[in-house]
C-alpha cells in the first residue's frame, strides 16, 4: 500500500493509471463500516484510494475536532489489511491555505436536520469532498446511507456541478445490537451505549408499524419519540429519497431520520423503506 501526503504527489501518480479509481473519503478511526465502504470499492474498481483527513472546516466551534478519535497506526494497519491501494494521508496544511475558495451548501437542504444544528457544517463537507474528488479524479466515491444529508447533498453537488464521478452509497453497518457503528460510539460510557440503543429500537419500531400498514408519518414519529425519551431529540423525520417531507411513507422512496444527543454525543441514524 501507498501512503501519499501531497495532494500533488498523489494526482501525479494517479494521472496515467488508466484505471478505474474507487475512493473512500473518512475522517479516521476507522472500523467496520469504513471496511464495507473499501470492499465495495474494490468490488468494482481496479484501484482503490481511501483518504483519512480530519477536516476541520466542517465542525463549528465548541464540537469535538481536538477530542475526536485519532487512530493512526491502526487505520493503516486496517487499510492494508483491506487492500487499499493508495491511502491518502494529508495534513491540515495540505488541503488548506489562507483565503480560501469555498462550497456553500444549499440553503434549504443543507440547513435542515442536522443542518440546522449545525449551521455550516455542511459548507466545510462539501468544501473538503470537493477538494478530495479533485484530486482523487475517481470513477466512483462510495459512501454510507447512514449519513444520509451528507450522501444526499454530495449527490447534489456531484449533478448540480456536473461532475464526473460516481457516487454509490453504502449499507449502514450496525453492531449485532443494532447500533450504528460510528468513530464517535467510543465517547459512550456503558451506560450511553445502553441509552444509545433507543435509536434503533426507534427505527425498528417504525418499520413494524409500516409493515402492518400504518404509514401516517405523525403516527410513526409520534411512536418513536416516545421510545426515544428522555435523550434530547435533534429531530426525527420521515423524508422522501429527495429529502422532501412526507405526510405517510411510500414504500420505495422513504427515509426515516433521526438524531439524539446521548450524554454530551450526538448520534445519528436512519433507515430507507
Ligand atoms: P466518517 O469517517 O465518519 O466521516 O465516515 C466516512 C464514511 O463512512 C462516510 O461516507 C460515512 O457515511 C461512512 N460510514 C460511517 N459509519 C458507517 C456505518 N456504520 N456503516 C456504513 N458506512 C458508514
Given amino acids: 500500500m501507498k501512503i501519499i501526503s501531497s495532494p500533488l504527489e498523489l494526482k501525479n501518480y494517479l494521472k496515467n493509471k488508466n484505471q478505474t479509481i474507487g475512493f473512500v473519503p473518512t475522517m479516521g478511526a476507522l472500523h467496520e463500516g469504513h471496511i ?82 449545525r449551521p455550516s457544517h455542511f459548507n466545510g463537507v462539501l468544501t473538503v469532498v470537493m477538494k478530495l474528488l479533485n484530486i482523487v479524479n475517481p470513477t466512483r466515491a462510495y459512501l454510507g446511507k447512514k449519513d444520509a444529508q451528507q450522501l444526499n447533498l454530495i449527490s447534489l453537488m456531484v449533478k448540480q456541478l456536473f461532475m464526473d464521478v460516481e457516487i454509490v452509497p453504502v449499507d449502514t453497518v450496525r453492531e449485532k445490537d443494532g447500533l450504528a457503528l460510528s468513530s464517535r460510539n467510543i465517547y459512550l460510557t456503558p451506560q450511553e451505549r445502553e441509552e444509545a440503543l433507543k435509536i434503533p429500537s426507534s427505527l425498528r419500531r417504525a418499520t413494524v408499524m409500516v409493515t402492518r400498514g400504518v404509514l401516517d408519518s405523525k403516527e410513526i414519529t409520534s411512536d418513536m419519540r416516545e421510545i426515544l425519551a428522555p435523550l434530547e431529540i435533534f429531530y426525527v423525520e420521515i423524508l422522501d429519497r429527495e429529502f422532501n417531507r412526507l405526510l405517510d411513507v411510500e414504500i420505495g422512496n422513504t427515509i426515516i431520520l433521526v ?3 446521548v450524554g454530551t454525543t450526538r448520534l445519528l441514524d436512519n433507515i430507507w423503506l
Fill in 36 to 117: 464495507s465502504l473499501i470492499k465495495k470499492a474494490k468490488e468494482q474498481n481496479a484501484l482503490v484510494v481511501v483518504s483519512i483527513f480530519l477536516n476541520p472546516t466542517q465542525f463549528l466551534k465548541g464540537e469535538d475536532l481536538d477530542k475526536y478519535p485519532k487512530k493512526d497506526e491502526a487505520d493503516k494497519k486496517i487499510c492494508e489489511l483491506s487492500g487499499v491501494d493508495v491511502l491518502f494521508f494529508p495534513q491540515v496544511e495540505d488541503i488548506y491555505g489562507v483565503d480560501e475558495v469555498s462550497m456553500l451548501a444549499p440553503k434549504v437542504r443543507g440547513y435542515v436536520l442536522e443542518g440546522a444544528s
Fill in 259 to 261: 438524531e439524539v444527543k
